[in-house]
C-alpha cells in the first residue's frame, strides 16, 4: 500500500529565514511524487513535481530514494509562502491517476 | 476561461435532505475525479472517471453517486446528508500528469 506522511502539521518559521516542509513516503514500485499549494480559501495548485526537477517560486525538492523522502525547500521565505502544503504520491489506476495525499503542512511566514 | 469548475461555490443544507454538486472542466480531459478534504484539511480521492466510465471507487457510503453525463462533466449526488459529511469537496481532472483542481464545494449540513 502506499503512504504519505507529512509529520508537521504546523510550521512556522520567519521571513527571509530557510524552510523545509518534510515528506516521507511509502510504495513498492517506481514513485512519482508531487507537492500541491493551498492558498487560504483556494483551489490546490500544483507547485512542483519530481521529475521536472525545477524551482517554481524559489522552492525545491529531490527525491530521496534511499531514505523514501521528497522534502520541499525554499532559501528564504516570504510572507506570500504562508499556504497549506501538500505532498502527494501518484499511481495508475488503469487509465486515471490516483493521488495519495499527505496530512499537509500549513506554513506560517512571520514578518 | 475557468479549467475546472464546480457549482456551487457553498451548500448549507439539513440533515436528510439530497444535494448535487457540478463539475464542469474545458480542458479536453479524458479523466475527472472527486477529492473530499475534511476538517482536519485530510484530501482523500473518493471516485475518479474516465470517459464517463467508473474507474476508482474508494471506500465511500453507497449515499454518494456520481454521474459523468459527457467527459467533460461529472456531478456528485449525495442522498440522505449526515452531519459528518460537512467538508470541502474538490472535483478535479488530468489528461496524465498533473492533476487540476476546481475551486472547492464548501457542504455544511446542519
Known amino acids: 500500500a502506499q503512504r504519505v506522511t507529512q509529520p508537521e502539521k504546523l510550521l512556522s518559521v520567519f521571513k527571509g529565514a530557510p524552510v523545509e516542509l518534510k515528506c516521507n513516503y511509502s510504495?513498492?514500485?517506481?514513485?512519482?511524487l508531487f507537492w500541491y499549494v493551498q492558498y487560504s480559501r483556494q483551489r490546490l495548485q500544483l507547485l512542483l513535481r519530481h521529475i521536472s526537477r525545477e524551482s517554481i517560486k524559489g522552492f525545491t525538492a529531490d527525491l530521496n530514494k534511499g531514505e523514501t523522502s521528497f522534502h520541499l525547500k525554499k532559501p528564504f521565505a516570504q510572507e506570500e509562502d504562508s499556504a497549506m502544503y501538500y505532498c502527494?504520491?501518484?499511481?495508475?489506476?488503469?487509465?486515471?491517476?490516483?493521488?495519495?495525499f499527505g496530512s499537509g503542512t500549513q506554513l506560517t511566514v512571520l514578518p | 476561461d475557468t479549467a475546472v469548475s464546480q457549482t456551487p461555490k457553498y451548500l448549507v443544507t439539513q440533515m436528510g435532505n439530497d444535494k448535487s454538486i457540478k463539475c464542469e472542466q474545458n480542458?479536453?480531459?479524458?479523466?475527472m475525479y472527486w477529492y473530499k478534504q475534511d476538517s482536519k484539511k485530510f484530501l482523500k480521492i473518493m471516485f475518479s472517471y474516465n470517459n464517463k466510465e467508473l474507474i476508482i471507487n474508494e471506500t465511500v457510503p453507497n449515499r454518494f453517486s456520481p454521474k459523468s453525463p459527457d467527459k467533460a462533466h461529472l456531478n456528485l449526488h449525495i442522498n440522505s446528508l449526515e452531519l459528518g459529511d460537512s467538508a470541502v469537496y474538490f472535483c478535479?481532472?488530468?489528461?496524465?500528469?498533473?492533476?487540476?483542481f476546481g475551486p472547492g464545494t464548501r457542504l455544511l449540513v446542519l
Open positions: 510504495y513498492s514500485g517506481s514513485p512519482e
Open positions: 478535479a481532472s488530468s489528461q496524465g500528469i498533473p492533476v487540476y
Open positions: 502527494a504520491l501518484s499511481r495508475s489506476s488503469g487509465s486515471a491517476r490516483q493521488l495519495t
Open positions: 480542458l479536453g480531459h479524458d479523466t
